[in-house]
């Protein structure tokens, strides 16, 4: 039986990639950074019918060197998800130092025990920060790590896959990238991602509704890209940007609306206004630089190489609303 290792097993997309893998008959090696998230982790999935025969954890800190090593031995695959996210102004230590030094841990040690390939989850953000903004972006693109307007975020997942491509193309080892755009959908362990959080909740605060747009993918969708590319052979040395779609934001709360959550703001505020507002409160100003515009994603990695063809996000928009709801953060 195959063994693949899984860093950051209790998060919100690993879970299903744990539940992917043990559902195909490999053994999985997860890690988690303290002892009740194991728990955490077999619950979810003794809860979503997923046997616990074949798996087994290890409990590894991205800023510790102890456990590493031993924790990926007679391991072919490694899916390295562990990584802070932490959206807006925070301390760049915060975030850049756990994401480049725990990605040089895992991969180091994926290095010394042979694994057969390594694949990193990396993020949209790595792909749409250049200092000359343009509404299209591919597979190709990369943040601009000399682009003063970077939040840390940002450079964290920049700087993080940025090294794992050095540190890959020195030790010869086949690697890839999936580089998702805002995912949505419920969480296995009732726990939503902080980006996911976030962006929902502040949807539901807004009086008015601006003219921006938001890329959004399904996380089951991401999941299955991680084994998609985890799997083919010509998925090595390949980013996998993946969207399913480019969405204004008043058609997204149009959804939410329609499926019964009657907060969400219905009336667009005036671009002209809100450009006004935007030289009094400094907070509004980067909505104002967005309005109007719409991107353009090019995901042709993974919608050719790997043959990922996303379901629509729209019931995963919902469901992440749902389960915000079911835990008392929002309101109907």
Not at 48 to 54: E, S
Not at 76 to 82: I, K, R
Not at 214 to 222: A, E, H
Not at 283 to 301: D, F, M, P, Q
Request: hydrophobic share 40%; aromatic share 8%; net charge positive.
């Amino acid at each position: 039986m195959k063994r693949v290792f899984v860093s950051g097993a209790s998060g919100y997309i690993a879970m299903y990639c744990v539940k992917i893998l043990i559902n195909k008959g490999y053994f999985v090696v997860a890690s988690v950074r303290k002892k009740s998230q194991i728990d955490l982790v077999k619950n979810s999935l003794a809860k979503h019918g997923i046997g616990l025969g074949n798996i087994e954890f290890k409990i590894l800190d991205l800023l510790k060197d102890d456990g590493w090593n031993d924790a990926l031995k007679n391991c072919e695959y490694v899916l390295h998800l562990a990584s802070p996210v932490i959206p807006g102004k925070v301390d760049k230590d915060i975030l850049v130092k756990p994401a480049v030094e725990g990605m040089k841990r895992c991969l180091n040690a994926a290095i010394k025990n042979g694994a057969k390939k390594y694949i990193q989850t990396s993020s949209y953000a790595a792909i749409y920060g250049r200092i000359i903004h343009n509404n299209e972006h591919s597979d190709n693109d990369w943040t601009d790590l000399s682009n003063k307007k970077l939040m840390p975020y940002e450079i964290s997942k920049t700087k993080s896959e940025k090294k794992m491509w050095e540190m890959a193309k020195k030790a010869n080892l086949d690697a890839c990238s999936i580089n998702p755009v805002l995912v949505l959908g419920p969480s296995m362990t009732g726990v939503l991602s902080m980006s996911n959080r976030v962006v929902i909740k502040k949807i539901f605060s807004l009086s008015f509704i601006p003219d921006v747009s938001i890329s959004v993918v399904g996380v089951q969708d991401v999941a299955e890209a991680h084994i998609m590319a985890m799997e083919n052979d010509n998925a090595t040395g390949k980013r996998f940007l993946l969207s399913e779609k480019t969405i204004k934001l008043k058609e997204l709360c149009g959804i939410l609306f329609d499926a019964g959550y009657e907060k969400v703001p219905r009336y667009l505020i005036p671009n002209f206004i809100l450009k006004f507002a935007a030289l009094f409160i400094p907070s509004l100003r980067l909505i104002a630089s967005r309005l109007g515009s719409v991107e353009t994603l090019y995901t042709k990695n993974a919608n050719n190489i790997l043959g990922w063809l996303p379901k629509s996000v729209d019931n995963e928009i919902i469901n992440s609303a749902k389960q915000l709801y079911d835990i008392g953060i929002l309101k109907k």
